[in-house]
């Protein structure tokens, strides 16, 4: 047995923490789509529900307003909305697609997938669909997994949808979170090519179970399942420490974003555009100045749509496409942190 106290599992995990596999194949972003509801819900419309002011929300938070689902349109309704318009972007049929992966933590219902609900109302073909649940990050999850399984080389085009009906699992009656959130969908479809320089080019993700209890909704899973006394209770509806999300989530995402960048040997500086989630303007004004890079480079787009969870990111990475401030041979970073709590950062060269 060898003494070398450099070997065995211990060091191995070091190095795979450290080390990039080479791709075998290029896992491209194709196109992109987003769907936001009709219905708007200013901060001034919030005063009429909770005691609140519109200077609080905007000095604490930086939302204006946020879109709010109809009655009667769901997470699926939404998402097939964005995923026809990524499809479209790609210049792809729903009949190319092989793979359909949501992320949301507010799906349709707890089975079946919202995935295979999409996969029906597109007319695709009957592939492999799934959902995943990582809140927030569930975005970055889903480019992860799909990614993985292009450069299997058993898929060849994925459809990935971050999609929330946020507004359905809100206590109206807590003030510190329903102000928070909004209800939406993004979408992107991810094709495995011959090996380039482009595409997206690596993820890292994490997550830490212990600060569970930090972000989360208690009813509605076995533990406590439906009843009168939980509904009576408010355990279907979400539970949030915010002070606590927001160190955890200043630290994480600079992190994340710095790990991704030094294991691709790839600068700051030469990053376009930073696509955080978008919880609180205030948690990426301390990114900016901990990472020292002007606001600019960050897409914000909270203002207007609130958090909105697994469709945060998605939805704020078409906005910076369709407005060009980011386009061809730009290096961007997705980054993304949420209950679990999950955390992820994607680096993609468009
Ligand atoms: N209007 C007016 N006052 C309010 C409101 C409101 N909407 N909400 C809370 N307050 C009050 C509180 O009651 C408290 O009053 P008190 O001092 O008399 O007790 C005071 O404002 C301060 O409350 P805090 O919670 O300490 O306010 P804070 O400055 O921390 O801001 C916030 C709260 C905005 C939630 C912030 O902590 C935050 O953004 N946290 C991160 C949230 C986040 O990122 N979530 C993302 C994950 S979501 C997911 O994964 C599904």
Redesign the pocket.
């Known amino acids: 047995m060898s003494a070398d106290s450099s070997s065995g599992p211990k060091s191995e995990a070091a190095a795979s923490e450290t080390l990039r596999p080479e791709p075998v194949t290029t896992v491209k972003l194709k196109g992109t789509g987003s769907y936001t509801p009709k219905r708007v819900l200013t901060n001034k419309d919030l005063t009429e529900i909770?005691?609140?002011?519109d200077e609080?929300?905007v000095t604490?938070?930086g939302i204006r307003e946020r879109r709010i689902a109809a009655p009667d349109e769901s997470a699926s309704d939404m998402a097939v909305e964005a995923a026809t318009r990524a499809l479209a972007s790609a210049g792809l049929s729903a009949n190319d697609i092989d793979l359909v992966i949501v992320a949301t933590?507010t799906p349709d219902m707890p089975f079946p997938s919202t995935a295979c609900l999409v996969q029906d109302r597109l007319g695709m073909r009957k592939v492999c669909a799934f959902d995943v649940e990582a809140?927030?990050s569930g975005f970055i999850y889903i480019t992860e997994i799909a990614t993985a399984m292009l450069q299997s080389g058993r898929f060849r085009h994925a459809l990935i949808i971050g999609t929330e009906k946020?507004s359905s699992i809100l206590d109206w009656k807590d003030?510190?979170?329903c102000?928070?959130f909004g209800d939406g969908a993004g979408a992107a479809v991810l094709s495995s090519q011959a090996p380039s320089g482009s595409g997206v080019i690596d993820t890292r993700l994490g997550s830490d179970g212990s600060s569970s209890g930090i972000?989360y909704m208690p009813g509605g899973g076995c533990r406590i399942p439906a009843s009168g006394e939980s509904v009576a209770a408010r355990h279907h509806f979400?539970k949030?420490n915010?002070?606590e999300?927001?160190k955890i989530?200043v630290r994480i995402m600079e992190k994340a974003t710095l790990e991704i960048l030094e294991r691709n040997r790839v600068p700051l500086e030469q990053v376009r555009c930073i696509i955080p989630?978008q919880?609180?303007v205030?948690?990426i004004e301390m990114l900016s100045d901990r990472m020292q890079i002007p606001m600019e480079r960050f897409h914000v787009n909270l203002d207007r749509l609130g958090?909105t969870?697994a469709a945060s990111v998605p939805l704020a990475l078409d906005e910076a496409l369709t407005q060009k401030k980011i386009g061809t041979g730009d290096y961007v970073v997705l980054v993304a942190?949420?209950?679990g709590l999950t955390w992820g950062a994607t680096l993609v060269k468009l």
Do not use: P
């Open positions: 909770v005691e609140t002011t609080w929300i604490r938070t933590i809140a927030c946020l003030r510190a979170t102000v928070l972000l979400l949030m915010g002070r999300v927001f989530a989630h919880a609180n205030r948690i958090n969870s942190f949420g209950a």
